[in-house]
């Protein structure tokens, strides 16, 4: 088990390429499952979750093969319709699998997924999504069991706006009977990519991006190939970084748009902010203002956004209040940066972030993928060195996040525990 070294201080300046969107590809994969044949994805980020969706897949009886940041994916051979619990306990974005093998093959087993150890996040809207298309499903001994001869369209409505269950939702009824209409819908950039990815396969998609989706059922689909969007939540990450160290970062690669909350935050906080085409020039400052912070769906400020912008709170001037709205037990985060000196106090879904004149370093403890980067980023201006252990979370949506940030001059390294 690694761990990762910050010795804090550095100001962090020059360029920083962004890769693809780890939740635009884990969709993506698994609706190749959807056709017969190969499909080529680019722009893929060599990340745990990939690999772990890519083991997924292979024991599907798919074939997945890797070259630099292409990955082909050859279905010809799907023969399994059971990922087991071995494989989805990793990563809870393997239950993309049950909506493309309820279409394409009429049954799925899924292992009631995993992933990070902060709070439930239940599965019911899947479940309920695949029934309202005509599936059995029961849960047995810890397994999703599901049915259909051929799922049928309707209107599907959800309580809240899901990722997951959107996405599945989408791919099941790609190959329907009828017409699909998502109510309430998910509107996150990465269920665009998908939808755009179904299309290029023959699927009829239409409203990504809205918050009524609409599918009209297709009784075969085709390989293709496609081209990952950039990860806006890295993007938005290395914005945090080169704000909290007072540097001058440039983010290359990224979509500007699709961080626009964050950058209104940064830029309330005294941040200056400059998009132009796919880059950002971030050039942060010493005395930051506090800003307030409620999370929400897309277009929102992110979720997975709320440590790392916790972590540069602790370093501006006045009370920052941060609100919860997503996930509300998301603060595992909070014990950590407390151990660095940070001055957070817990009011159910509401953190209360006070300004500390200067945090340091200590040994603390990743317990989840972006609680990770929060650390990283407390640790880039904390006083002394910071030793972030169980670090094997920030591999599963950051690749090679010691390396680019020494790119931009930062002191980190990882070594064994």
Request: include cysteine.
């Given at each position: 088990?690694?761990?990762?070294?910050?010795?804090?201080?550095?100001?962090?300046?020059?360029?920083?390429?962004?890769?693809?969107?780890?939740?635009?590809?884990?969709?993506?994969?698994?609706?190749?499952?959807?056709?017969?044949?190969?499909?080529?994805?680019?722009?893929?980020?060599?990340?745990?979750?990939?690999?772990?969706?890519?083991?997924?897949?292979?024991?599907?009886?798919?074939?997945?093969?890797?070259?630099?940041?292409?990955?082909?994916?050859?279905?010809?051979?799907?023969?399994?319709?059971?990922?087991?619990?071995?494989?989805?306990?990793?990563?809870?974005?393997?239950?993309?699998?049950?909506?493309?093998?309820?279409?394409?093959?009429?049954?799925?087993?899924?292992?009631?997924?995993?992933?990070?150890?902060?709070?439930?996040?239940?599965?019911?809207?899947?479940?309920?999504?695949?029934?309202?298309?005509?599936?059995?499903?029961?849960?047995?001994?810890?397994?999703?069991?599901?049915?259909?001869?051929?799922?049928?369209?309707?209107?599907?409505?959800?309580?809240?706006?899901?990722?997951?269950?959107?996405?599945?939702?989408?791919?099941?009824?790609?190959?329907?009977?009828?017409?699909?209409?998502?109510?309430?819908?998910?509107?996150e950039p990465e269920i665009v990519a998908l939808a755009d990815f179904l299309n290029l396969m023959g699927a009829r998609v239409s409203g990504a991006g809205t918050d009524a989706i609409t599918i009209d059922g297709v009784d075969e689909m085709s390989p293709a190939e496609f081209r990952i969007i950039p990860d806006r939540i890295e993007t938005a990450t290395y914005m945090v970084a080169g704000a909290i160290t007072a540097g001058q970062v440039e983010i290359v690669d990224c979509v500007p748009e699709h961080v626009e909350s964050v950058a209104l935050k940064l830029a309330q906080a005294g941040v200056a902010v400059e998009a132009a085409g796919?880059?950002?020039?971030?050039?942060?400052?010493?005395?930051?203002?506090?800003?307030?912070?409620?999370?929400?769906?897309?277009?929102?400020?992110?979720?997975?956004?709320?440590?790392?912008?916790?972590?540069?709170?602790?370093?501006?001037?006045?009370?920052?209040?941060?609100?919860?709205?997503?996930?509300?037990?998301?603060?595992?985060?909070?014990?950590?940066?407390?151990?660095?000196?940070?001055?957070?106090?817990?009011?159910?879904?509401?953190?209360?972030?006070?300004?500390?004149?200067?945090?340091?370093?200590?040994?603390?403890?990743?317990?989840?993928?972006?609680?990770?980067?929060?650390?990283?980023?407390?640790?880039?201006?904390?006083?002394?060195?910071?030793?972030?252990?169980?670090?094997?979370?920030?591999?599963?949506?950051?690749?090679?996040?010691?390396?680019?940030?020494?790119?931009?001059?930062?002191?980190?390294?990882?070594?064994?525990?």
């Amino acid at each position: 088990m690694d761990k990762i070294v910050v010795k804090g201080g550095r100001r962090l300046e020059g360029r920083v390429r962004i890769g693809g969107a780890k939740n635009a590809v884990l969709p993506v994969m698994a609706a190749c499952l959807l056709t017969r044949g190969v499909s080529v994805i680019r722009n893929v980020p060599r990340l745990k979750d990939v690999v772990s969706m890519a083991s997924v897949l292979e024991e599907l009886g798919v074939e997945c093969g890797w070259e630099g940041d292409t990955v082909t994916i050859d279905s010809s051979r799907l023969s399994r319709h059971e990922a087991p619990y071995e494989l989805v306990r990793k990563m809870r974005a393997s239950i993309y699998v049950l909506g493309p093998l309820l279409a394409s093959e009429g049954k799925a087993r899924v292992s009631l997924p995993g992933g990070c150890a902060w709070g439930p996040r239940p599965v019911d809207l899947h479940i309920r999504a695949m029934r309202e298309l005509g599936a059995t499903v029961d849960i047995d001994h810890g397994y999703i069991e599901s049915e259909a001869r051929r799922l049928e369209g309707g209107p599907i409505t959800f309580s809240a706006p899901s990722v997951g269950a959107t996405a599945n939702t989408m791919m099941a009824a790609s190959r329907a009977a009828g017409r699909t209409v998502i109510s309430n819908a998910a509107r996150e950039p990465e269920i665009v990519a998908l939808a755009d990815f179904l299309n290029l396969m023959g699927a009829r998609v239409s409203g990504a991006g809205t918050d009524a989706i609409t599918i009209d059922g297709v009784d075969e689909m085709s390989p293709a190939e496609f081209r990952i969007i950039p990860d806006r939540i890295e993007t938005a990450t290395y914005m945090v970084a080169g704000a909290i160290t007072a540097g001058q970062v440039e983010i290359v690669d990224c979509v500007p748009e699709h961080v626009e909350s964050v950058a209104l935050k940064l830029a309330q906080a005294g941040v200056a902010v400059e998009a132009a085409g796919d880059s950002i020039l971030v050039k942060g400052k010493k005395a930051l203002e506090s800003v307030d912070v409620v999370t929400a769906p897309y277009p929102g400020f992110p979720t997975d956004m709320q440590a790392q912008f916790m972590a540069l709170m602790t370093t501006a001037r006045g009370m920052s209040t941060i609100s919860e709205t997503v996930f509300r037990d998301r603060f595992t985060h909070v014990p950590e940066l407390r151990r660095l000196g940070a001055d957070i106090k817990l009011d159910g879904s509401t953190a209360q972030v006070g300004y500390v004149e200067k945090l340091s370093g200590a040994p603390v403890m990743a317990t989840d993928l972006r609680a990770s980067a929060a650390l990283v980023l407390a640790g880039l201006v904390a006083e002394g060195e910071t030793h972030i252990s169980r670090v094997y979370h920030i591999d599963r949506g950051y690749e090679a996040i010691e390396e680019k940030l020494r790119g931009l001059g930062a002191d980190i390294e990882r070594m064994p525990e």
